[in-house]
Protein backbone atom coordinates (compact mmCIF):
# COMPACT_ATOMS: atom_id res chain seq x y z
CA UNK A 1 0.00 0.00 0.00
CA UNK A 2 1.23 3.42 -1.07
CA UNK A 3 1.29 6.86 1.31
CA UNK A 4 -0.35 9.20 -0.77
CA UNK A 5 -0.32 13.20 -0.74
CA UNK A 6 -3.41 15.07 -2.11
CA UNK A 7 -3.66 18.70 -3.09
CA UNK A 8 -7.23 19.86 -4.16
CA UNK A 9 -7.84 22.71 -5.38
CA UNK A 10 -10.54 25.05 -6.92
CA UNK A 11 -14.40 24.95 -5.28
CA UNK A 12 -16.06 23.02 -2.85
CA UNK A 13 -17.71 21.00 -5.22
CA UNK A 14 -14.26 20.09 -6.21
CA UNK A 15 -13.04 19.49 -2.83
CA UNK A 16 -16.29 17.02 -1.99
CA UNK A 17 -14.53 14.93 -5.28
CA UNK A 18 -11.09 15.33 -3.47
CA UNK A 19 -12.98 13.40 -0.52
CA UNK A 20 -14.26 10.81 -2.48
CA UNK A 21 -11.25 9.82 -4.48
CA UNK A 22 -9.25 9.78 -0.10
CA UNK A 23 -12.62 7.69 0.52
CA UNK A 24 -12.48 5.05 -2.32
CA UNK A 25 -8.51 5.16 -1.56
CA UNK A 26 -8.49 4.14 1.98
CA UNK A 27 -10.53 1.93 1.78
CA UNK A 28 -7.97 -0.20 -0.47
CA UNK A 29 -5.90 0.33 2.59
CA UNK A 30 -3.61 3.41 1.33
CA UNK A 31 -2.37 5.88 3.83
CA UNK A 32 -3.59 9.59 2.92
CA UNK A 33 -0.18 12.02 4.29
CA UNK A 34 -0.64 15.80 4.21
CA UNK A 35 3.00 15.90 3.84
CA UNK A 36 3.86 16.28 0.17
CA UNK A 37 7.34 15.60 0.37
CA UNK A 38 6.79 12.70 2.22
CA UNK A 39 4.46 11.28 -0.05
CA UNK A 40 5.29 8.08 -2.17
CA UNK A 41 2.29 9.24 -4.90
CA UNK A 42 1.09 12.76 -5.59
CA UNK A 43 -2.84 13.85 -6.44
CA UNK A 44 -3.46 17.23 -7.54
CA UNK A 45 -7.49 17.75 -8.23
CA UNK A 46 -7.40 20.56 -10.59
CA UNK A 47 -9.79 23.90 -11.38
CA UNK A 48 -9.73 24.96 -14.80
CA UNK A 49 -12.92 27.57 -14.69
CA UNK A 50 -10.98 30.72 -15.25
CA UNK A 51 -7.51 31.48 -16.23
CA UNK A 52 -6.35 32.60 -12.72
CA UNK A 53 -7.17 28.64 -11.33
CA UNK A 54 -5.61 27.16 -14.63
CA UNK A 55 -2.88 28.80 -13.73
CA UNK A 56 -2.49 28.14 -9.97
CA UNK A 57 -3.24 24.62 -10.98
CA UNK A 58 -0.30 24.26 -13.69
CA UNK A 59 1.83 26.39 -11.35
CA UNK A 60 1.08 23.05 -8.67
CA UNK A 61 1.40 20.43 -11.33
CA UNK A 62 5.30 21.97 -12.01
CA UNK A 63 6.02 21.92 -8.73
CA UNK A 64 5.01 18.59 -8.01
CA UNK A 65 7.22 17.77 -11.18
CA UNK A 66 10.28 19.15 -9.75
CA UNK A 67 9.88 17.71 -6.15
CA UNK A 68 9.36 14.08 -8.21
CA UNK A 69 12.63 15.15 -9.54
CA UNK A 70 14.78 16.22 -6.41
CA UNK A 71 15.35 12.19 -5.76
CA UNK A 72 12.99 11.83 -2.63
CA UNK A 73 9.90 9.46 -2.21
CA UNK A 74 7.70 10.77 -4.74
CA UNK A 75 7.53 8.61 -7.90
CA UNK A 76 4.36 9.08 -9.05
CA UNK A 77 2.27 11.79 -10.51
CA UNK A 78 -1.84 11.75 -10.86
CA UNK A 79 -3.38 14.92 -11.81
CA UNK A 80 -7.29 15.00 -12.11
CA UNK A 81 -10.53 17.00 -12.31
CA UNK A 82 -11.65 19.91 -14.63
CA UNK A 83 -7.85 20.44 -15.70
CA UNK A 84 -7.31 16.92 -17.50
CA UNK A 85 -11.06 16.53 -18.64
CA UNK A 86 -10.66 19.93 -20.62
CA UNK A 87 -6.93 19.56 -21.73
CA UNK A 88 -6.04 15.84 -22.08
CA UNK A 89 -4.02 16.15 -25.25
CA UNK A 90 -1.98 19.18 -23.95
CA UNK A 91 -1.47 17.87 -21.08
CA UNK A 92 -0.07 14.45 -21.89
CA UNK A 93 2.19 16.05 -24.88
CA UNK A 94 3.55 18.86 -22.49
CA UNK A 95 3.93 17.73 -19.32
CA UNK A 96 6.23 14.21 -18.87
CA UNK A 97 5.86 14.24 -15.53
CA UNK A 98 2.66 13.19 -14.81
CA UNK A 99 2.15 9.54 -14.84
CA UNK A 100 -1.90 9.82 -15.33
CA UNK A 101 -4.66 12.08 -15.79
CA UNK A 102 -8.36 11.48 -14.87
CA UNK A 103 -11.16 13.33 -15.41
CA UNK A 104 -14.00 14.37 -13.55
CA UNK A 105 -16.04 11.35 -14.75
CA UNK A 106 -13.36 8.67 -13.54
CA UNK A 107 -13.32 9.43 -9.90
CA UNK A 108 -14.02 5.48 -9.76
CA UNK A 109 -10.57 4.78 -11.18
CA UNK A 110 -8.54 6.74 -8.71
CA UNK A 111 -7.39 2.95 -7.45
CA UNK A 112 -6.37 1.84 -10.71
CA UNK A 113 -4.52 5.01 -11.62
CA UNK A 114 -2.58 4.32 -8.20
CA UNK A 115 -1.95 1.02 -8.88
CA UNK A 116 -0.84 1.44 -12.03
CA UNK A 117 -2.99 0.32 -14.34
CA UNK A 118 -3.74 1.58 -17.54
CA UNK A 119 -6.58 4.14 -17.45
CA UNK A 120 -8.07 5.72 -20.41
CA UNK A 121 -7.90 9.55 -21.16
CA UNK A 122 -10.93 11.35 -20.16
CA UNK A 123 -12.61 12.00 -23.63
CA UNK A 124 -16.05 13.43 -21.95
CA UNK A 125 -15.17 17.05 -23.37
CA UNK A 126 -18.34 18.64 -25.60
CA UNK A 127 -19.81 15.69 -25.08
CA UNK A 128 -22.34 16.10 -22.63
CA UNK A 129 -24.16 12.86 -21.68
CA UNK A 130 -20.33 10.58 -22.21
CA UNK A 131 -20.42 8.39 -18.91
CA UNK A 132 -21.23 10.85 -16.37
CA UNK A 133 -20.58 10.41 -12.52
CA UNK A 134 -22.52 11.13 -9.48
CA UNK A 135 -21.51 10.33 -6.34
CA UNK A 136 -23.87 9.09 -3.52
CA UNK A 137 -24.24 8.47 0.22
CA UNK A 138 -22.99 4.93 -0.03
CA UNK A 139 -19.66 6.15 -1.73
CA UNK A 140 -16.98 6.08 0.73
CA UNK A 141 -15.69 9.86 1.21
CA UNK A 142 -13.00 10.67 4.23
CA UNK A 143 -13.49 14.61 4.94
CA UNK A 144 -10.60 16.61 4.73
CA UNK A 145 -11.78 19.76 6.87
CA UNK A 146 -12.85 20.56 10.48
CA UNK A 147 -14.96 18.07 12.16
CA UNK A 148 -17.95 19.84 12.64
CA UNK A 149 -18.98 20.92 8.88
CA UNK A 150 -19.20 19.59 5.83
CA UNK A 151 -20.07 20.36 2.09
CA UNK A 152 -22.67 18.00 0.02
CA UNK A 153 -22.87 17.86 -3.42
CA UNK A 154 -26.26 17.45 -3.95
CA UNK A 155 -26.36 17.75 -8.14
CA UNK A 156 -23.87 17.67 -10.64
CA UNK A 157 -23.69 19.43 -14.18
CA UNK A 158 -25.26 22.53 -15.96
CA UNK A 159 -27.72 22.89 -18.37
CA UNK A 160 -27.48 26.86 -18.61
CA UNK A 161 -25.99 28.49 -21.29
CA UNK A 162 -23.94 31.11 -20.00
CA UNK A 163 -21.43 32.93 -22.67
CA UNK A 164 -18.85 32.95 -20.62
CA UNK A 165 -19.22 29.29 -18.85
CA UNK A 166 -17.69 26.29 -19.95
CA UNK A 167 -18.75 24.24 -16.59
CA UNK A 168 -21.41 22.54 -18.78
CA UNK A 169 -18.43 21.36 -21.09
CA UNK A 170 -17.00 20.18 -18.33
CA UNK A 171 -19.06 18.68 -15.99
CA UNK A 172 -21.75 17.81 -18.54
CA UNK A 173 -25.59 17.61 -17.80
CA UNK A 174 -27.60 18.43 -14.87
CA UNK A 175 -28.30 15.80 -12.98
CA UNK A 176 -29.58 15.55 -9.34
CA UNK A 177 -28.88 12.48 -6.53
CA UNK A 178 -32.17 11.72 -5.11
CA UNK A 179 -33.71 13.03 -2.20
CA UNK A 180 -33.28 9.81 0.48
CA UNK A 181 -29.65 9.46 -0.75
CA UNK A 182 -29.20 12.90 0.84
CA UNK A 183 -31.19 13.08 3.78
CA UNK A 184 -28.99 9.96 3.75
CA UNK A 185 -25.62 11.10 4.08
CA UNK A 186 -26.52 14.30 6.00
CA UNK A 187 -27.65 11.66 8.54
CA UNK A 188 -24.19 9.89 8.03
CA UNK A 189 -22.48 13.35 8.47
CA UNK A 190 -24.06 13.77 11.66
CA UNK A 191 -23.29 10.58 13.26
CA UNK A 192 -19.51 11.45 12.74
CA UNK A 193 -20.44 15.09 14.65
CA UNK A 194 -20.63 17.35 11.29
CA UNK A 195 -22.83 20.48 13.17
CA UNK A 196 -22.74 22.83 9.86
CA UNK A 197 -23.80 21.23 6.21
CA UNK A 198 -23.04 23.45 3.00
CA UNK A 199 -25.51 22.57 0.28
CA UNK A 200 -23.28 22.73 -3.12
CA UNK A 201 -23.79 22.09 -7.35
CA UNK A 202 -23.83 24.03 -9.80
CA UNK A 203 -27.39 25.30 -9.79
CA UNK A 204 -28.64 24.34 -6.67
CA UNK A 205 -32.21 25.73 -7.25
CA UNK A 206 -32.45 23.35 -9.57
CA UNK A 207 -32.09 20.86 -7.58
CA UNK A 208 -34.97 17.73 -8.55
CA UNK A 209 -35.99 19.43 -11.58
CA UNK A 210 -34.79 16.41 -13.75
CA UNK A 211 -36.02 14.31 -11.72
CA UNK A 212 -39.72 15.69 -12.01
CA UNK A 213 -39.85 17.31 -8.33
CA UNK A 214 -41.39 20.84 -8.36
CA UNK A 215 -39.52 23.12 -5.92
CA UNK A 216 -36.69 20.43 -5.39
CA UNK A 217 -34.56 22.46 -2.91
CA UNK A 218 -37.87 23.27 -0.72
CA UNK A 219 -38.55 19.87 -0.11
CA UNK A 220 -34.85 18.66 0.39
CA UNK A 221 -34.26 21.97 3.10
CA UNK A 222 -37.33 20.91 4.93
CA UNK A 223 -36.18 17.35 5.07
CA UNK A 224 -32.52 18.36 6.25
CA UNK A 225 -34.02 19.83 8.96
CA UNK A 226 -35.61 17.09 10.57
CA UNK A 227 -31.78 15.41 10.66
CA UNK A 228 -30.69 15.18 14.65
CA UNK A 229 -27.63 16.88 15.42
CA UNK A 230 -27.18 19.24 12.72
CA UNK A 231 -27.46 22.88 13.95
CA UNK A 232 -26.67 25.06 10.75
CA UNK A 233 -27.80 24.64 6.79
CA UNK A 234 -26.66 26.30 4.55
CA UNK A 235 -26.80 26.38 0.53
CA UNK A 236 -24.89 28.24 -2.22
CA UNK A 237 -25.25 29.26 -5.94
CA UNK A 238 -28.73 29.77 -6.68
CA UNK A 239 -29.87 31.26 -9.37
CA UNK A 240 -32.31 34.41 -9.86
CA UNK A 241 -34.38 32.73 -12.35
CA UNK A 242 -35.63 29.70 -9.50
CA UNK A 243 -36.27 32.04 -6.03
CA UNK A 244 -39.75 30.82 -5.34
CA UNK A 245 -42.17 30.99 -2.47
CA UNK A 246 -41.47 28.17 -1.58
CA UNK A 247 -37.81 28.30 -0.89
CA UNK A 248 -38.53 31.11 0.75
CA UNK A 249 -40.91 29.97 3.08
CA UNK A 250 -38.26 26.71 3.76
CA UNK A 251 -35.58 29.01 4.76
CA UNK A 252 -37.93 31.13 6.85
CA UNK A 253 -39.80 28.46 8.70
CA UNK A 254 -36.63 26.65 10.10
CA UNK A 255 -33.99 28.09 12.40
CA UNK A 256 -31.66 25.18 11.00
CA UNK A 257 -31.85 27.01 7.77
CA UNK A 258 -29.06 29.56 7.54
CA UNK A 259 -30.81 32.90 6.56
CA UNK A 260 -27.74 33.27 3.89
CA UNK A 261 -28.85 33.60 0.38
CA UNK A 262 -25.61 33.36 -1.77
CA UNK A 263 -27.21 34.35 -5.22
CA UNK A 264 -24.09 35.12 -8.03
CA UNK A 265 -26.65 37.96 -10.72
CA UNK A 266 -23.37 38.25 -12.80
CA UNK A 267 -24.10 41.76 -13.64
CA UNK A 268 -27.50 44.68 -13.70
CA UNK A 269 -27.47 46.06 -17.23
CA UNK A 270 -29.92 44.51 -19.14
CA UNK A 271 -27.89 44.63 -22.49
CA UNK A 272 -24.58 43.21 -20.62
CA UNK A 273 -27.19 40.22 -19.25
CA UNK A 274 -28.63 39.58 -22.50
CA UNK A 275 -25.04 39.44 -23.99
CA UNK A 276 -23.73 36.91 -21.15
CA UNK A 277 -26.95 34.65 -21.89
CA UNK A 278 -27.77 35.40 -18.50
CA UNK A 279 -31.43 37.26 -18.53
CA UNK A 280 -32.84 40.23 -16.39
CA UNK A 281 -31.97 43.10 -15.69
CA UNK A 282 -31.75 45.71 -12.59
CA UNK A 283 -35.48 45.96 -12.04
CA UNK A 284 -36.10 41.94 -12.18
CA UNK A 285 -33.18 41.75 -9.54
CA UNK A 286 -34.45 44.63 -7.36
CA UNK A 287 -38.01 42.84 -7.00
CA UNK A 288 -36.02 39.35 -6.33
CA UNK A 289 -34.14 40.92 -3.83
CA UNK A 290 -37.00 42.92 -2.26
CA UNK A 291 -38.91 39.47 -1.94
CA UNK A 292 -36.27 38.07 -0.28
CA UNK A 293 -35.65 40.51 2.10
CA UNK A 294 -39.30 40.70 3.11
CA UNK A 295 -40.12 36.82 3.51
CA UNK A 296 -36.48 36.25 5.10
CA UNK A 297 -36.31 39.02 7.52
CA UNK A 298 -32.67 39.54 8.59
CA UNK A 299 -31.34 37.73 5.64
CA UNK A 300 -28.03 37.83 4.58
CA UNK A 301 -27.06 38.80 0.81
CA UNK A 302 -24.17 37.67 -1.04
CA UNK A 303 -23.68 38.22 -4.73
CA UNK A 304 -20.59 37.81 -7.39
CA UNK A 305 -20.10 40.07 -10.42
CA UNK A 306 -18.24 40.15 -13.87
CA UNK A 307 -16.75 43.52 -14.67
CA UNK A 308 -14.94 44.31 -18.17
CA UNK A 309 -17.58 41.48 -20.07
CA UNK A 310 -16.97 42.27 -23.86
CA UNK A 311 -19.22 45.38 -24.84
CA UNK A 312 -20.04 46.74 -21.36
CA UNK A 313 -20.13 50.71 -21.93
CA UNK A 314 -19.45 53.29 -18.93
CA UNK A 315 -23.40 53.51 -18.70
CA UNK A 316 -23.30 49.68 -18.47
CA UNK A 317 -20.71 50.04 -15.66
CA UNK A 318 -22.31 52.56 -13.98
CA UNK A 319 -25.38 51.35 -13.80
CA UNK A 320 -24.24 48.26 -12.34
CA UNK A 321 -22.60 50.22 -9.51
CA UNK A 322 -25.66 52.51 -9.12
CA UNK A 323 -27.55 49.24 -8.32
CA UNK A 324 -24.64 47.79 -5.94
CA UNK A 325 -24.71 50.79 -3.87
CA UNK A 326 -28.96 50.93 -3.92
CA UNK A 327 -29.11 47.41 -2.79
CA UNK A 328 -26.32 47.18 -0.26
CA UNK A 329 -25.21 43.83 -0.46
CA UNK A 330 -24.36 42.10 2.10
CA UNK A 331 -21.72 40.78 0.38
CA UNK A 332 -19.88 41.53 -2.98
CA UNK A 333 -17.77 39.48 -5.06
CA UNK A 334 -16.09 40.82 -8.52
CA UNK A 335 -14.37 39.45 -10.65
CA UNK A 336 -12.98 40.68 -13.88
CA UNK A 337 -13.73 39.19 -17.27
CA UNK A 338 -11.27 36.63 -19.19
CA UNK A 339 -11.92 35.13 -22.48
CA UNK A 340 -12.01 30.89 -22.10
CA UNK A 341 -12.00 29.11 -25.48
CA UNK A 342 -14.57 27.08 -25.99
CA UNK A 343 -16.97 29.81 -24.70
CA UNK A 344 -19.46 31.97 -26.75
CA UNK A 345 -18.01 34.75 -25.46
CA UNK A 346 -14.26 34.51 -26.34
CA UNK A 347 -16.04 35.91 -30.18
CA UNK A 348 -17.79 38.60 -28.75
CA UNK A 349 -16.24 42.23 -29.34
CA UNK A 350 -15.54 44.51 -28.50
CA UNK A 351 -12.83 43.51 -25.75
CA UNK A 352 -12.57 46.08 -22.26
CA UNK A 353 -9.07 46.39 -21.44
CA UNK A 354 -7.38 44.90 -18.39
CA UNK A 355 -6.82 48.02 -16.94
CA UNK A 356 -10.23 49.05 -17.48
CA UNK A 357 -11.87 45.94 -15.89
CA UNK A 358 -9.53 46.14 -13.05
CA UNK A 359 -9.96 49.72 -12.25
CA UNK A 360 -13.85 48.81 -12.80
CA UNK A 361 -13.33 46.19 -10.17
CA UNK A 362 -11.77 48.38 -7.63
CA UNK A 363 -14.05 50.78 -7.84
CA UNK A 364 -16.83 48.09 -6.83
CA UNK A 365 -14.91 46.90 -4.06
CA UNK A 366 -13.98 50.23 -2.57
CA UNK A 367 -17.74 51.18 -2.75
CA UNK A 368 -18.93 47.85 -0.90
CA UNK A 369 -16.22 48.33 1.39
CA UNK A 370 -18.14 51.34 3.05
CA UNK A 371 -20.85 49.41 2.73
CA UNK A 372 -19.65 46.51 4.97
CA UNK A 373 -18.07 48.52 7.27
CA UNK A 374 -21.14 50.10 8.22
CA UNK A 375 -22.90 46.88 8.49
CA UNK A 376 -20.40 44.96 10.36
CA UNK A 377 -20.28 48.81 12.92
CA UNK A 378 -24.05 48.05 13.34
CA UNK A 379 -23.30 44.51 15.04
CA UNK A 380 -21.73 45.70 17.97
CA UNK A 381 -23.12 44.94 21.43
CA UNK A 382 -25.46 42.36 19.61
CA UNK A 383 -25.92 38.75 21.07
CA UNK A 384 -25.39 35.93 18.27
CA UNK A 385 -24.64 32.43 18.21
CA UNK A 386 -21.82 31.60 16.65
CA UNK A 387 -19.83 27.92 15.74
CA UNK A 388 -16.71 27.78 17.04
CA UNK A 389 -14.15 26.82 14.20
CA UNK A 390 -11.28 26.65 16.72
CA UNK A 391 -7.87 28.71 17.29
CA UNK A 392 -7.76 31.47 14.80
CA UNK A 393 -5.21 31.89 11.76
CA UNK A 394 -4.07 35.57 12.85
CA UNK A 395 -3.09 34.60 16.41
CA UNK A 396 -2.84 31.55 18.20
CA UNK A 397 -4.00 33.89 21.48
CA UNK A 398 -7.48 33.81 19.71
CA UNK A 399 -10.03 31.38 18.99
CA UNK A 400 -12.03 31.87 15.58
CA UNK A 401 -15.62 31.67 14.84
CA UNK A 402 -18.55 32.30 12.15
CA UNK A 403 -22.05 33.82 12.08
CA UNK A 404 -24.93 32.55 10.14
CA UNK A 405 -24.05 35.36 8.07
CA UNK A 406 -20.10 34.33 7.46
CA UNK A 407 -20.05 31.22 4.71
CA UNK A 408 -17.20 29.40 5.47
CA UNK A 409 -13.95 30.25 3.21
CA UNK A 410 -16.00 32.92 1.47
CA UNK A 411 -16.63 35.51 3.99
CA UNK A 412 -14.84 36.70 7.06
CA UNK A 413 -15.10 35.61 10.30
CA UNK A 414 -15.66 36.21 14.36
CA UNK A 415 -12.54 36.42 16.26
CA UNK A 416 -13.08 35.56 20.19
CA UNK A 417 -11.01 37.39 22.30
CA UNK A 418 -12.28 36.08 25.37
CA UNK A 419 -15.42 33.84 27.59
CA UNK A 420 -17.16 34.74 30.46
CA UNK A 421 -18.57 31.27 29.79
CA UNK A 422 -15.85 28.91 30.82
CA UNK A 423 -13.92 27.13 27.94
CA UNK A 424 -14.99 27.42 24.55
CA UNK A 425 -13.94 25.02 22.17
CA UNK A 426 -14.13 23.92 18.44
CA UNK A 427 -17.52 22.72 17.10
CA UNK A 428 -19.80 23.98 19.62
CA UNK A 429 -22.41 26.26 19.12
CA UNK A 430 -22.24 29.66 21.79
CA UNK A 431 -23.26 32.76 21.97
CA UNK A 432 -21.18 36.17 21.09
CA UNK A 433 -21.25 39.72 22.27
CA UNK A 434 -20.19 41.68 19.45
CA UNK A 435 -17.22 44.40 21.08
CA UNK A 436 -15.58 45.34 17.98
CA UNK A 437 -15.88 46.13 14.32
CA UNK A 438 -12.89 45.63 11.82
CA UNK A 439 -13.16 45.76 7.99
CA UNK A 440 -14.03 42.10 7.13
CA UNK A 441 -14.33 40.19 10.66
CA UNK A 442 -15.55 41.07 13.94
CA UNK A 443 -14.45 40.80 17.65
CA UNK A 444 -16.33 39.58 20.60
CA UNK A 445 -17.04 37.61 23.58
CA UNK A 446 -18.43 34.54 24.60
CA UNK A 447 -21.17 35.06 26.85
CA UNK A 448 -23.23 32.03 26.80
Same mark, same amino acid.
Given at each position: ?????? %????????????????????????? %????????????????????????????????? *?????? *?????????? /???????????????? @?????????? &??????????????????? /??????? $??? #???? !??????????? $????????????????????? /??????????????? @?????????????? =?????? $? *????????????????????? =? &?????????????? =????????????????????????? +????????????????????????????????????????? !???????????????????????????? +????????? *???????????????????????????????????????????????????????????????? #????? %?????????????????????????????????
Amino acid at each position: MARIGF %ISLGCPKNLVDSEVMIGLLEREGHT %ITPDAERAEILIINTCSFIGDARRESIDAVLAA *GELKKS *GGSLHRLIVT /GCLPERYAREILEELP @EIDAILGVNQ &IPLIARAVAGEPVPPPDSF /GRRDAGL $YLY #DHTT !PRTLSGPPHAA $YMKVSEGCDHRCAFCVIPRIR /GRFRSRSLPSLVREA @EQLAARGVREITLV =SQDTTA $Y *GSDLGMKDGLARLLRKLGRVD =S &IGWIRFLYIHPDRV =SRELIEAVQSSPKICRYIDMPLQHA +SGAVLRAMRRGGNRSTFTRIIERLRKGIPGVTLRTTLIVGF !PGETRADFLELKDFCREMEFDRLGVFTY +SDEEDTIAC *GLEPKISRRTAERRRRILMEQQAEISRRKNRELVGRRLEVLVEGPSEESELLLEGRLQSQAPGI #DGVCL %INDSEAGEVRAGQFRTLRITRALEHDLLGTVVV
